[in-house]
């Protein structure tokens, strides 16, 4: 439906993946999704998420001292995680029934609904039976730890070096969820530890974690909450920890009062799968707020070294889970070289997505949404995940990869504690500097390894391992989100897309939507990359204009491009703009485009075989006026109006898309151009004969008339849901119809000759006969005249009538006439005749004027 400007701009995507509404898919079955966030037990009767959430909520705040809960009930329920002993042997570790019982001891402050569902839980099969043959998966010892690794873009099974209190950790401002496991320093064996009642206690604790966040930062809330709906709605998978309690804990809220099987859903939907953007999105929130992450653990003092369990390459969407293991930093088989390898243990897709998820379920036991059967399936897929000594040997330690400490977060080398440093320069032997090693993910993947790697792949695997590493080595996921002047925008999806432009969806970190339009400079040079930029000028000379979409912010990568902008001259037409040049603007978002209005418009009057609603064009009609007059004011030619650049703006329409615009010179009315541009389809024939001369040799140059055809193309459109020229579809044909000055536009009738007349004002082929905007606002389409309500003219006939019977009383068939015509006009029926009386009574009156000028005549 819309076309594009000649200059190459596409048409708007249809891709946008608008926030949908949290619907629960009919076919869903609610309680699966309950399963995978429950400790999903084969008995029918455990807890629903919902129901639970609710007892626990009650739970605590039955519990809760006013003020302050916290310190009284966090504790005990960390109590109820494993104990697990620090020493080297704790391979396995897998907490007891016994552990259980003691720990029940504690949960004297639970609610009965609580208790039953830990009982319930206890009931699970537990699947640590087949993790505990080789070790146990730990789950995060610290999730501080998967927390804090927020610039890598993974979870992190890091190993917290100092142990931290919930209190510490939430007086660190860290918010972190090191309230676990503090006692797993130096854990050196990767063990998980399990035991449905831990299992079901780390989902209390979750809980409490989540209260205490409410309590903590109750500033917080609102952006979280709000983020958080954003995540599930777009998708996004939650699975770290951060996310999900501070999402589940404002979700706490809204649960206990909607009571809305939706928000489970949402929970449950937000808190399963991957966990590449959550990280990111927790910066993302906070970034604007002080609320700032300590980026404490990002890897633990005895355990130097992140393991990759994941490959580097995985698709952004998989998760990356990390594994801290101390020993494999050690080896001495790091070898740059043999990059390509780190790939090698790439699980099949399939297992790949599924450990990540399962990971991300492991990370969700501490969470509201702990998906033990999706773990447990995981575990069965890669039973090595759980090897309780993942042999380093033949993984190789990728020269690019950071030891998951990004460059450019804040924690820097010297940030590091003295362990971490130490094992950094371990890490960094010969040549590497930077070194993360890559973990066999399992020996299920291990048995994947191709060691007969061609060069090719391997270079192809190196590129695409370097390009993760990129990625990780920003604190954002640049496909994720985008940054302009440091703030970042998460992608919500495409819009549209031009020649070299691309629009997406965002939103800010306080929450706001936006449109955010990105123009690409590569290979660009100077003078064309100047004039993408100019548009900014445009947009920043017409803040604050009603009709226009509002630029927030921009920015230009290339500085010095941004300096020839700022100073409004181009010194070096030439150069080329360096090889990640682009252009940022963050603009008002607009709802939907006018062409998008007009289609459905149409639609709705072809099915109802109904004709164009006057009030509703006058309506959009005057609004576009009212924004062309804007920039015309500002002397600036549009040159590419089409209802697709007219957005709808909380009710307004706005204009957009200045890329083509010219100002007009002040001691001119036109502008000059290189070539023709616009859209064809709204093109007036001076835009595209442009540059040439007229019959009388003068040069033809466009100005705002140009703009008013193709106002008048649109009011066209609106009129007859079709351009006037569309029947012709090629260019040529297009060109030599609209240039032809005797080629006369077909306009079907209309009920309104305001209408009609008003598209030929605008469509007139002579620039200098088209009206102009301030003309157009008052036309009588959009200004009708007024005519006198029925009474004043009644009134008026009335007298006039008089007068005439006055006038002839001798004459009793002129009386009778007038009396006939009074009653006519007071009660006007077709069948008493009236137009008998009106040929007689203007016989009268004819023979009144006669006599009139007979007796002046006397
Ligand atoms: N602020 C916005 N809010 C919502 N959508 C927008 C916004 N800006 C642009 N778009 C959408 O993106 C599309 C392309 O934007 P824009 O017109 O600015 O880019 P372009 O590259 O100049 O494309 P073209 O010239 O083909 O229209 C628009 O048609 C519109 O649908």
């Known amino acids: 439906m819309d076309e594009k400007p000649i200059l190459g701009a596409e048409s708007r995507e249809e891709n946008l993946n608008f926030i949908r509404p949290i619907n629960i898919p009919s076919d869903t079955n609610i309680n699966n999704h309950s399963r995978s966030f429950t400790c999903t037990s084969t008995s029918s009767s455990s807890s629903s998420p919902p129901d639970f959430l609710g007892k626990v909520q009650a739970a605590f705040k039955r519990r809760r001292p006013l003020g302050n809960m916290r310190s009284n009930n966090i504790r005990p329920t960390r109590v109820l995680l494993p104990q697990r002993g620090t020493s080297k042997n704790s391979d396995v570790n897998v907490t007891s029934e016994a552990d259980t019982d003691k720990t029940q001891g504690n949960d004297s402050y639970l609610s009965q609904g609580v208790k039953d569902y830990i009982s319930q839980t206890k009931k699970i099969g537990s699947i640590t039976s087949e993790v505990q043959e080789d070790a146990s998966i730990t789950p995060p010892p610290d999730l501080g730890t998967i927390m804090s690794t927020q610039e890598e873009n993974h979870v992190s099974f890091g190993i917290q070096d100092q142990p931290r209190s919930a209190a510490d950790c939430m007086n660190n401002n860290s918010a972190s969820l090191s309230l676990y496991r503090s006692e797993q320093v130096h854990q050196k064996k990767v063990s998980f530890a399990s035991g449905d009642t831990a299992r079901a206690h780390v989902h209390i604790d979750m809980h409490v974690f989540c209260m205490e966040l409410v309590d903590r930062c109750p500033l917080q809330i609102t952006n979280i909450s709000c983020g958080f709906l954003a995540f599930t709605e777009m998708d996004w998978d939650v699975s770290n920890q951060m996310e999900a309690a501070t999402a589940v804990s404002q979700d706490i809220k809204h649960i206990s009062s909607r009571s809305d099987v939706q928000v489970a859903y949402m929970l449950a939907k937000g808190t399963m799968g991957s966990q590449d953007q959550v990280h990111p999105f927790r910066n993302f929130l906070q970034s604007d707020s002080n609320y700032n992450m300590t980026q404490s653990s990002v890897v633990g003092s005895s355990c130097p070294t992140t393991t990759l369990m994941n490959s580097a390459s995985a698709p952004i969407h998989n998760s990356t889970t990390y594994c801290s293991y101390p020993h494999q930093i050690n080896s001495s088989n790091l070898n740059v070289e043999s990059l390509g390898e780190l790939n090698m243990n790439v699980q099949p897709a399939t297992e790949r997505d599924k450990l990540p998820s399962s990971l991300g379920s492991l990370n969700h036991s501490s969470g509201l949404s702990a998906d033990l059967d999706q773990l447990e399936v995981a575990l069965k897929a890669s039973p090595s995940f759980v090897d309780k000594d993942l042999d380093v040997k033949g993984y190789k330690c990728s020269k690019d990869q950071s030891l998951a400490i990004p460059k450019d977060s804040e924690t820097t080398k010297d940030d590091l504690p003295p362990d971490n440093k130490v094992n950094k320069e371990k890490a960094c032997v010969g040549d590497v500097t930077d070194v993360q090693c890559q973990a066999p993910l399992s020996k299920y993947q291990s048995s994947d390894v191709k060691f007969g790697s061609s060069k090719p792949e391997i270079q192809g695997k190196v590129a695409k391992s370097k390009a993760a590493a990129t990625t990780r080595k920003k604190s954002y996921d640049p496909e994720q989100f985008f940054k302009v002047n440091g703030k970042l925008y998460q992608r919500l999806g495409k819009i549209g897309s031009g020649g070299s432009s691309e629009v997406y969806k965002v939103i800010s970190s306080d929450c706001k939507i936006y449109a955010l339009k990105r123009i690409k400079l590569k290979g660009r040079d100077y003078a064309t990359a100047y004039g993408f930029c100019q548009e900014i000028g445009y947009l920043n000379k017409l803040k604050g204009k009603n009709h226009i979409i509002q630029l927030i912010d921009y920015e230009v990568t290339d500085k010095a491009l941004l300096q020839e902008v700022t100073q409004g001259y181009m010194s070096n037409k030439d150069r080329k703009v360096s090889d990640d040049g682009y252009v940022f603007m963050v603009l008002e978002y607009g709802e939907i485009d006018l062409a998008h209005m007009l289609s459905q418009k149409w639609k709705e009057l072809d099915d109802s075989s109904s004709t164009i609603d006057e ?103 609106m009129v007859y849901g079709r351009t006037p020229f569309s029947e012709y579809k090629t260019f040529w044909a297009k060109y030599k119809v609209i240039t032809d000055p005797n080629h006369e536009i077909m306009f079907e009738p209309v009920s309104n000759p305001w209408l009609l007349d008003l598209m030929k004002k605008c469509l007139c082929w002579n620039r200098h006969e088209r009206w102009r905007i301030p003309d157009l606002l008052v036309h009588p389409f959009l200004v009708p005249p007024i005519t006198p309500p029925l009474s004043i003219c009644q009134d008026q006939s009335c007298k006039f009538l008089k007068l005439v019977a006055e006038s002839c009383t001798s004459d009793q068939k002129a009386l009778s006439l007038c009396s006939q015509m009074q009653e006519l006009l007071l009660d006007p029926k077709p069948e008493n005749g009236c137009q008998l009386l009106l040929h007689q009574m203007s016989s009268l009156c004819f023979q009144l004027q006669k006599n009139i000028a007979n007796s002046e005549g006397d």
């Not at 006026?625 to 089409?642: F, G, M, P, Q, Y």
Request: proline share 2%; aromatic share 10%.
């Open 615 to 717: 009030n509703w064009l006058r309506f959009y009609w005057q609004q576009i006026l009212l924004a062309v007059n804007t920039i015309h004011e500002e002397r600036i030619v549009h040159s590419d109006l089409k209802p697709a650049n007219f957005l709808l703006v909380r009710g307004s329409l706005k204009l957009i898309d200045f890329g083509i615009a010219k100002a007009i010179m002040s001691d001119t009315t036109n502008i000059q151009r290189d070539s023709q541009v616009g859209t064809l389809s709204y093109m007036s024939p001076e835009a595209f004969m442009c540059n040439d001369t007229d019959a009388d040799g003068n040069i033809i140059k466009c100005g705002r008339s140009s703009d008013i055809w193709s106002l008048g193309c649109i009011l066209y459109q």
